[in-house]
Protein backbone atom coordinates (compact mmCIF):
# COMPACT_ATOMS: atom_id res chain seq x y z
CA UNK A 1 0.00 0.00 0.00
CA UNK A 2 1.47 4.03 -1.10
CA UNK A 3 2.41 5.24 2.13
CA UNK A 4 1.95 8.54 0.40
CA UNK A 5 -1.98 7.65 -0.07
CA UNK A 6 -2.67 7.50 3.54
CA UNK A 7 -0.06 10.67 4.63
CA UNK A 8 -0.89 13.40 1.64
CA UNK A 9 -4.65 14.11 3.28
CA UNK A 10 -3.09 13.84 6.55
CA UNK A 11 -0.09 16.46 5.56
CA UNK A 12 -3.00 18.48 3.96
CA UNK A 13 -5.61 18.68 7.07
CA UNK A 14 -2.92 19.39 9.23
CA UNK A 15 -1.68 22.45 7.32
CA UNK A 16 -4.87 23.24 7.23
CA UNK A 17 -4.88 23.32 11.04
CA UNK A 18 -2.22 25.18 10.93
CA UNK A 19 -3.02 27.99 8.95
CA UNK A 20 -6.51 28.26 10.58
CA UNK A 21 -4.81 28.41 14.36
CA UNK A 22 -2.30 31.18 12.73
CA UNK A 23 -5.42 33.48 11.35
CA UNK A 24 -6.94 33.09 14.75
CA UNK A 25 -3.63 33.71 16.45
CA UNK A 26 -2.83 36.99 14.52
CA UNK A 27 -6.55 38.38 14.80
CA UNK A 28 -6.55 37.98 18.43
CA UNK A 29 -3.03 39.73 18.56
CA UNK A 30 -3.60 42.30 16.00
CA UNK A 31 -6.98 43.24 18.12
CA UNK A 32 -4.44 43.52 21.81
CA UNK A 33 -2.02 45.80 19.39
CA UNK A 34 -4.86 47.98 18.66
CA UNK A 35 -5.69 47.90 22.66
CA UNK A 36 -2.51 49.86 22.93
CA UNK A 37 -2.04 53.80 23.53
CA UNK A 38 -1.89 55.54 20.20
CA UNK A 39 1.69 56.18 20.82
CA UNK A 40 2.54 52.55 21.48
CA UNK A 41 1.09 51.94 18.54
CA UNK A 42 3.38 53.33 16.68
CA UNK A 43 6.30 52.13 18.24
CA UNK A 44 5.20 48.12 17.52
CA UNK A 45 4.94 49.31 13.95
CA UNK A 46 8.57 50.14 14.37
CA UNK A 47 9.61 47.20 15.60
CA UNK A 48 7.87 44.81 13.65
CA UNK A 49 9.34 46.67 10.59
CA UNK A 50 12.64 45.50 11.78
CA UNK A 51 11.67 41.93 12.00
CA UNK A 52 11.49 41.69 15.44
CA UNK A 53 8.63 39.21 16.58
CA UNK A 54 5.09 40.99 17.04
CA UNK A 55 4.28 38.82 19.87
CA UNK A 56 7.79 39.65 21.27
CA UNK A 57 6.98 43.44 20.30
CA UNK A 58 3.57 43.64 22.01
CA UNK A 59 4.38 41.73 25.17
CA UNK A 60 7.09 44.43 25.36
CA UNK A 61 4.77 47.33 24.77
CA UNK A 62 2.37 46.21 27.22
CA UNK A 63 4.83 45.51 30.00
CA UNK A 64 5.89 49.04 29.76
CA UNK A 65 2.06 50.06 30.14
CA UNK A 66 1.84 48.61 33.17
CA UNK A 67 5.20 49.74 34.60
CA UNK A 68 4.29 53.42 33.80
CA UNK A 69 0.79 53.34 33.99
CA UNK A 70 -2.36 55.73 32.64
CA UNK A 71 -0.24 59.03 33.64
CA UNK A 72 3.61 58.70 32.49
CA UNK A 73 3.03 56.53 28.90
CA UNK A 74 1.99 60.10 27.75
CA UNK A 75 5.83 60.90 27.85
CA UNK A 76 7.35 59.88 24.82
CA UNK A 77 11.20 60.30 26.37
CA UNK A 78 9.83 58.11 29.11
CA UNK A 79 8.66 55.39 27.03
CA UNK A 80 11.28 55.68 24.60
CA UNK A 81 13.65 54.90 27.28
CA UNK A 82 12.25 52.41 28.87
CA UNK A 83 11.79 50.48 25.42
CA UNK A 84 15.64 50.56 25.33
CA UNK A 85 16.14 49.39 28.53
CA UNK A 86 13.73 46.48 28.05
CA UNK A 87 15.37 45.53 24.69
CA UNK A 88 18.59 45.42 26.20
CA UNK A 89 17.62 43.38 29.32
CA UNK A 90 16.46 40.96 26.72
CA UNK A 91 19.76 40.04 25.37
CA UNK A 92 23.30 39.53 26.30
CA UNK A 93 26.37 40.44 25.86
CA UNK A 94 28.68 40.42 28.28
CA UNK A 95 32.16 40.29 26.86
CA UNK A 96 33.88 38.83 23.32
CA UNK A 97 36.30 36.42 25.50
CA UNK A 98 39.06 37.98 23.77
CA UNK A 99 40.37 39.15 27.12
CA UNK A 100 44.18 38.51 28.27
CA UNK A 101 43.97 36.53 31.41
CA UNK A 102 46.91 34.70 33.36
CA UNK A 103 45.28 31.59 31.53
CA UNK A 104 45.66 30.55 28.08
CA UNK A 105 42.38 31.37 25.90
CA UNK A 106 41.58 28.77 23.13
CA UNK A 107 38.36 30.43 21.02
CA UNK A 108 37.01 28.11 18.18
CA UNK A 109 34.75 28.91 15.33
CA UNK A 110 32.10 26.87 14.20
CA UNK A 111 29.13 27.04 11.60
CA UNK A 112 27.69 26.53 8.43
CA UNK A 113 29.70 26.69 5.07
CA UNK A 114 29.81 30.05 3.42
CA UNK A 115 29.26 32.57 6.98
CA UNK A 116 32.72 33.48 6.39
CA UNK A 117 34.64 31.62 9.27
CA UNK A 118 38.06 31.99 7.83
CA UNK A 119 38.24 35.87 7.43
CA UNK A 120 36.69 36.55 10.87
CA UNK A 121 39.08 34.28 12.32
CA UNK A 122 41.80 36.69 10.52
CA UNK A 123 39.63 39.27 12.10
CA UNK A 124 40.31 37.99 15.66
CA UNK A 125 43.47 37.81 15.46
CA UNK A 126 44.54 41.29 14.23
CA UNK A 127 42.11 42.66 16.75
CA UNK A 128 43.96 40.61 19.35
CA UNK A 129 47.49 41.55 17.34
CA UNK A 130 45.62 45.52 18.08
CA UNK A 131 44.31 45.29 21.52
CA UNK A 132 47.64 43.46 22.81
CA UNK A 133 50.81 43.70 20.83
CA UNK A 134 52.83 41.72 23.03
CA UNK A 135 50.85 39.17 23.40
CA UNK A 136 51.22 35.84 21.30
CA UNK A 137 48.48 34.65 18.69
CA UNK A 138 48.07 30.98 17.30
CA UNK A 139 46.44 30.28 14.33
CA UNK A 140 45.02 26.89 14.12
CA UNK A 141 42.99 25.71 11.16
CA UNK A 142 40.79 22.43 11.08
CA UNK A 143 39.34 23.05 7.92
CA UNK A 144 41.72 20.99 5.72
CA UNK A 145 38.96 20.19 3.43
CA UNK A 146 39.35 23.47 1.33
CA UNK A 147 42.96 23.77 0.80
CA UNK A 148 41.91 27.44 -0.53
CA UNK A 149 41.17 28.51 2.95
CA UNK A 150 44.30 26.85 4.08
CA UNK A 151 46.31 29.12 2.09
CA UNK A 152 44.16 31.68 2.83
CA UNK A 153 44.74 31.83 6.65
CA UNK A 154 48.30 31.02 5.89
CA UNK A 155 48.68 34.79 4.22
CA UNK A 156 46.94 36.05 7.01
CA UNK A 157 48.78 34.59 9.38
CA UNK A 158 52.14 36.05 7.46
CA UNK A 159 50.87 39.33 7.25
CA UNK A 160 49.82 39.29 10.95
CA UNK A 161 53.13 37.71 11.79
CA UNK A 162 51.76 34.72 13.72
CA UNK A 163 52.03 31.07 13.76
CA UNK A 164 49.97 29.24 11.63
CA UNK A 165 49.19 24.77 12.63
CA UNK A 166 46.93 22.47 10.14
CA UNK A 167 45.44 19.87 11.97
CA UNK A 168 43.72 16.84 11.22
CA UNK A 169 42.54 14.90 14.02
CA UNK A 170 41.69 15.88 18.08
CA UNK A 171 45.42 14.72 18.71
CA UNK A 172 46.89 16.90 15.97
CA UNK A 173 45.00 19.55 17.91
CA UNK A 174 46.25 18.69 21.34
CA UNK A 175 49.74 18.37 20.27
CA UNK A 176 49.45 22.21 18.62
CA UNK A 177 48.34 23.70 21.59
CA UNK A 178 51.19 22.14 23.59
CA UNK A 179 53.66 23.59 21.32
CA UNK A 180 52.52 26.69 21.57
CA UNK A 181 51.70 26.50 25.64
CA UNK A 182 53.54 29.93 26.25
CA UNK A 183 50.62 31.46 23.29
CA UNK A 184 47.85 33.77 25.05
CA UNK A 185 45.56 33.00 22.33
CA UNK A 186 44.66 30.32 20.23
CA UNK A 187 42.36 31.07 17.74
CA UNK A 188 40.84 27.71 15.83
CA UNK A 189 39.23 27.72 12.21
CA UNK A 190 37.05 24.43 11.49
CA UNK A 191 35.22 23.37 7.95
CA UNK A 192 32.19 24.44 7.51
CA UNK A 193 29.52 21.42 8.22
CA UNK A 194 26.01 21.02 6.33
CA UNK A 195 22.98 20.13 8.01
CA UNK A 196 23.40 16.16 7.14
CA UNK A 197 27.26 15.93 8.09
CA UNK A 198 26.85 14.00 11.03
CA UNK A 199 30.74 12.69 11.38
CA UNK A 200 31.42 16.64 11.37
CA UNK A 201 29.22 17.11 14.22
CA UNK A 202 30.63 14.45 16.02
CA UNK A 203 34.47 15.54 15.42
CA UNK A 204 33.31 19.12 16.57
CA UNK A 205 31.78 16.89 19.90
CA UNK A 206 34.42 14.87 20.68
CA UNK A 207 37.50 17.96 20.11
CA UNK A 208 35.45 19.69 23.00
CA UNK A 209 35.32 16.39 25.44
CA UNK A 210 38.51 16.32 25.16
CA UNK A 211 41.28 18.10 27.72
CA UNK A 212 41.39 21.38 26.22
CA UNK A 213 39.22 24.01 27.53
CA UNK A 214 37.74 25.28 24.49
CA UNK A 215 35.20 28.53 23.98
CA UNK A 216 32.91 27.82 21.15
CA UNK A 217 32.03 30.97 19.19
CA UNK A 218 29.16 30.23 16.81
CA UNK A 219 29.64 32.06 13.31
CA UNK A 220 25.78 33.29 12.16
CA UNK A 221 25.37 34.67 8.66
CA UNK A 222 22.44 37.36 9.28
CA UNK A 223 21.19 37.27 5.64
CA UNK A 224 19.87 33.56 6.64
CA UNK A 225 16.36 33.23 7.41
CA UNK A 226 15.12 32.88 11.19
CA UNK A 227 13.83 29.69 10.86
CA UNK A 228 17.13 28.31 9.21
CA UNK A 229 19.21 30.23 11.80
CA UNK A 230 17.36 28.62 14.48
CA UNK A 231 18.19 24.79 12.52
CA UNK A 232 21.95 25.52 12.67
CA UNK A 233 21.73 26.76 16.39
CA UNK A 234 19.70 23.26 17.60
CA UNK A 235 22.81 21.50 15.40
CA UNK A 236 25.95 22.66 17.40
CA UNK A 237 23.61 23.12 21.18
CA UNK A 238 25.37 20.23 22.02
CA UNK A 239 29.16 21.43 21.60
CA UNK A 240 28.02 23.64 23.54
CA UNK A 241 27.34 27.23 21.95
CA UNK A 242 29.25 30.20 24.57
CA UNK A 243 29.03 33.21 22.30
CA UNK A 244 27.44 34.13 19.14
CA UNK A 245 29.41 35.62 16.60
CA UNK A 246 27.30 37.55 13.68
CA UNK A 247 28.80 37.87 10.23
CA UNK A 248 27.28 39.23 6.90
CA UNK A 249 25.56 42.56 9.10
CA UNK A 250 26.58 44.72 5.79
CA UNK A 251 24.03 42.67 3.69
CA UNK A 252 21.15 42.97 5.39
CA UNK A 253 18.96 46.51 6.16
CA UNK A 254 16.79 44.96 9.29
CA UNK A 255 18.17 43.61 12.55
CA UNK A 256 15.20 42.25 14.32
CA UNK A 257 16.02 38.58 13.25
CA UNK A 258 19.37 38.91 15.23
CA UNK A 259 17.30 40.51 18.31
CA UNK A 260 14.67 37.21 18.35
CA UNK A 261 17.90 35.15 18.36
CA UNK A 262 19.75 36.23 20.87
CA UNK A 263 16.52 36.30 23.04
CA UNK A 264 15.03 33.33 22.41
CA UNK A 265 18.22 31.37 23.02
CA UNK A 266 19.73 33.15 25.67
CA UNK A 267 23.17 32.80 24.05
CA UNK A 268 25.15 36.24 24.06
CA UNK A 269 26.64 37.42 21.52
CA UNK A 270 30.34 38.49 20.80
CA UNK A 271 31.06 40.32 17.85
CA UNK A 272 29.36 41.82 14.68
CA UNK A 273 31.27 41.44 11.64
CA UNK A 274 30.29 43.88 9.01
CA UNK A 275 32.39 43.91 5.41
CA UNK A 276 36.05 42.57 4.19
CA UNK A 277 38.07 44.56 6.03
CA UNK A 278 40.51 43.04 8.73
CA UNK A 279 40.20 43.58 11.58
CA UNK A 280 38.51 46.98 10.99
CA UNK A 281 35.14 45.71 10.31
CA UNK A 282 34.81 43.66 13.45
CA UNK A 283 33.03 44.87 16.52
CA UNK A 284 32.51 44.38 20.01
CA UNK A 285 28.90 43.47 20.53
CA UNK A 286 27.36 45.46 22.91
CA UNK A 287 23.22 45.46 24.24
CA UNK A 288 23.30 49.08 23.34
CA UNK A 289 25.03 48.67 20.48
CA UNK A 290 22.67 45.59 19.63
CA UNK A 291 19.48 47.44 20.23
CA UNK A 292 20.84 50.43 18.26
CA UNK A 293 20.51 48.01 15.20
CA UNK A 294 17.24 47.02 16.17
CA UNK A 295 15.86 50.32 16.78
CA UNK A 296 16.73 51.20 13.36
CA UNK A 297 19.83 52.96 13.67
CA UNK A 298 22.26 51.01 11.21
CA UNK A 299 26.03 50.43 10.98
CA UNK A 300 28.51 53.67 10.95
CA UNK A 301 29.69 54.07 7.37
CA UNK A 302 32.90 52.12 6.73
CA UNK A 303 35.61 53.33 3.97
CA UNK A 304 36.91 51.11 1.38
CA UNK A 305 40.68 51.78 2.04
CA UNK A 306 43.08 48.83 1.49
CA UNK A 307 42.35 46.15 3.67
CA UNK A 308 44.23 42.85 4.71
CA UNK A 309 41.15 40.76 3.05
CA UNK A 310 42.08 42.70 0.21
CA UNK A 311 45.57 41.64 0.35
CA UNK A 312 44.70 38.06 0.95
CA UNK A 313 41.80 37.63 -1.58
CA UNK A 314 39.31 37.02 1.02
CA UNK A 315 36.20 37.57 1.46
CA UNK A 316 33.60 37.98 3.86
Known amino acids: RDPERVLGPL ?89 KSHDQKIMMLVGPTGVGKTTTVAKLAGTARQEYPDSKTVLITLDTYRVAAVEQLRIYAKILKMPLEVAVSPQDLLDCVHRHEQ ?9 GRSPRDQGGYDELIALNRGRLKIENHLALAAPVAESGLM ?86
Do not use: C
Open 11 to 99: RQELEGLRIVVGEALEHRLRTRVEGLPGGLIEEYQGLVSQGVNSQTAHDLLRSIVETLGTVNIANREMVKDLIVERLEQAVSAPGTGLT
Open 231 to 316: EVIRRYQSLPIHRIIWTKLDEVSTYGTLFNILAQTGIPASFLSAGQRVPEDLEVATRRGLVELVRGAGLAPRSSSQTLAGVAGGRQ
Open 183 to 191: ADFILIDTA
